[in-house]
């Protein structure tokens, strides 16, 4: 199966698949920390206009990793953030990135990692923020 990662525009068809991964790795990732019932509130509170206009702020970018057709993965690299206590003059890119966990691969890692990279290839620190017990830790 063809593993391709695509810079993907706030639309209707890029939040779709966002979201696609988002609930797909919600309940594989989360379903020990957070009740199902919890899960459920949340994705039915998804605001599909709310992301499409996050997305389509200058300082944002989606990227989506797809196997085949199928949305497995994203990142969401957001220029311009900061830490409190963070060396100044330093540019700050965040990222934060899912891959679901039957698609977890080496490929489907490096597909990932190189768009990222790209769209942050201007920044000189890289920010993510990941739970202990994510699959993609050690990524």
Do not use: H, M, Y
């Given at each position: 199966m063809e593993i391709v990662s695509k810079f993907t525009i706030g639309s209707d068809e890029g939040v779709d698949d966002l979201f696609?991964?988002?609930k797909s790795s919600l309940h594989s990732t989360y379903r020990e920390l957070i009740s199902?019932?919890?899960?459920?509130?949340y994705i039915e509170n998804w605001d599909p206009r709310k992301m499409i206009n996050e997305l389509n702020n200058?300082?944002?970018?989606l990227i989506i990793t797809y196997a085949g057709q199928k949305p497995v993965g994203y990142g969401?690299?957001?220029?311009?953030s900061g830490h409190s206590g963070s060396p100044e003059g330093k540019r700050f890119t965040?990222?934060?990135?899912?891959i679901l966990k039957e698609y977890d691969t080496s490929e489907t890692r490096e597909s990932l990692w190189k768009k990222c990279k790209a769209a942050a290839s201007f920044t000189d620190i890289i920010w993510t923020n990941i739970?202990?017990?994510?699959?993609?830790?050690?990524?």
């Open positions: 696609t991964v988002i199902e019932e919890e899960i459920k509130q200058l300082s944002n970018q969401i690299v957001k220029s311009g965040e990222l934060n990135f899912v739970f202990t017990e994510d699959p993609l830790l050690e990524f």
